[in-house]
């Protein structure tokens, strides 16, 4: 088989077979196939597409590319959630103390960010002396002695998505569905569990804009994880405004410990809740929904959620001081409120605007080797629907930038958008998946 016959099958617009793929793997993995032909198929993909056949077979064999964790000897029901990105999404460490405080295992393996704030994992690392380097075998031991535990990707498992993403990222072969489907779910499927819940976006403030693409998404990754024999749903929710009112790295972590406290957000809350019913669903947990709902509010009123927190913070090296006193966590030299212009209600906030201000602040990196200032970020302290007078503080900025804080402010304040009315609330769900 020659790889310039694989690219002009599918520059014609035929679906390739599964050995076409397999050798397509085989050749990146191997380097038998240059960059700049893998370039050429991509694009040829880009503009071609893929049925569902050929996206399960490239998700198998990005899948069979590296190392699979098998977390067998743990347990059958071990869980595991992946975003597509948001903007203030702090969810995931919300979600893993409220399953291990109930008895359900999650492995977590997460990314770092690469875009307006830090990812799940600059988010912990803000927490001081906290580890996300572990090894597959500490990975293991403390998701059997804790129920959960969370480290950065390693490059070991699906390495062909790592080598194909690189591509796509210099290529502008990123936003096309059969590419993002395999590239998420193969790295689900090497990550263990074998309980999948996707949490997808849409909305301005996430990678795809509309519900109707996320919907799409969301349907090939569901069906591919089934092919793949993986328990996969998929929750889509709007990402137009930031979640949260924190956006950043230390004061997200901040607002996660107020919401364990029970301090809960309603945007928070529906969010992280409906994921850990999905989870208890798949897990048998609880026989109604409403049984679910009144164990996860008894677990956060009675403190046992920010138990768990404390102790992964333990596990994994953190200090735990931070759950009683924020001022151990990274603090910015400057912290400047941002007054509202006007009179009237909050009618929406652009979370990209918010997003592109936290990342000139210093939340968030450019290329994967720049830093990243933990204590950078955005506190909203007007939300969606909540009332506003002019002159009123609608956010506060927290940087060491003095250079950038008029800009943002700018930035911020256009973000906001204020109506005379009082705007209907809405569900953030659009649609779950299964
Ligand atoms: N996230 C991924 O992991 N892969 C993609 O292709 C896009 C977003």
């Known amino acids: 088989m020659k790889i310039i016959d694989v690219i002009e099958k599918k520059k014609k617009g035929n679906a390739l077979t599964e050995e076409e793929i397999k050798f397509f793997i085989d050749g990146i993995m191997k380097g038998s196939i240059e960059d700049y032909q893998t370039s050429a198929l991509l694009m040829a993909i880009y503009f071609r597409g893929m049925n569902i056949d050929e996206t399960t077979w490239l998700t198998k064999y990005m899948v069979e590319s590296g190392e699979t964790l098998n977390l067998s000897s743990i347990s059958d ?10 903007v203030g999404d702090k969810i995931t460490l919300m979600f893993l103390p409220l399953m291990a405080a109930s008895g359900i295992y999650t492995a977590k393996l997460s990314g770092r960010g690469l875009g307006h704030t830090g990812g799940t994992i600059d988010k912990l690392e803000s927490i001081p002396n906290f580890r996300t380097d572990l090894s597959i075998k500490e990975f293991k031991d403390k998701v059997k002695k804790h129920h959960t535990a969370i480290a950065a990707q390693t490059l070991s498992l699906a390495p062909a998505d790592g080598k194909l ?8 072969t990123v936003d096309i569905i059969p590419l993002i489907a395999s590239s998420v779910v193969s790295k689900k499927i090497a990550s263990g569990a074998n309980h999948i819940i996707l949490d997808v976006k849409y909305g301005s403030g996430a990678f795809l804009k509309t519900a109707k693409e996320a919907e799409e998404l969301s349907k090939v990754m569901v069906e591919v994880g089934k092919r793949l024999n993986r328990n996969i749903c998929a929750v889509i929710s709007s990402m137009n405004q930031p979640l949260g009112r924190a956006v950043g790295n230390s004061v997200e972590i901040q607002e996660v410990i107020e919401f364990l406290k029970g301090n809960m957000e309603p945007d928070l809350k529906e969010i992280t809740y409906t994921l850990c019913l999905k989870a208890f669903e798949k897990t048998g947990k609880f026989k109604t929904k409403e049984e679910a709902y009144k164990y996860l509010d008894k677990i956060i009123l009675n403190g046992e959620a920010l138990e768990k927190f404390k102790e992964i913070i333990k596990s994994q090296g953190g200090n735990t001081d931070i759950i009683n006193d924020y001022s151990k966590l990274p603090q910015a030299s400057i912290k400047y409120e941002v007054k509202s212009k006007y009179t009237g209600y909050v009618k929406n906030i652009d979370a990209l605007k918010i997003a592109k201000a936290c990342k000139n602040l210093g939340a968030g990196r450019e290329k994967k080797s720049d830093s990243i200032d933990y204590s950078a970020g955005i506190y909203l302290t007007q939300k969606f629907g909540e009332p506003v007078a002019k002159g009123e503080t609608i956010a506060v900025i927290y940087t060491n930038k003095k250079d950038q804080v008029k800009d943002a402010e700018k930035m911020i304040v256009s973000a906001f958008e204020i109506s ?9 769900i659009y649609k779950i998946i299964n």
């Open 165 to 172: 993403y690189a591509l796509r990222d210099v290529t502008s």
């Open 77 to 86: 029901n071990i869980v595991d959630k992946h975003s597509t990105g948001g």
């Open 420 to 428: 005379d009315t009082e705007p209907r609330k809405k569900s953030l």
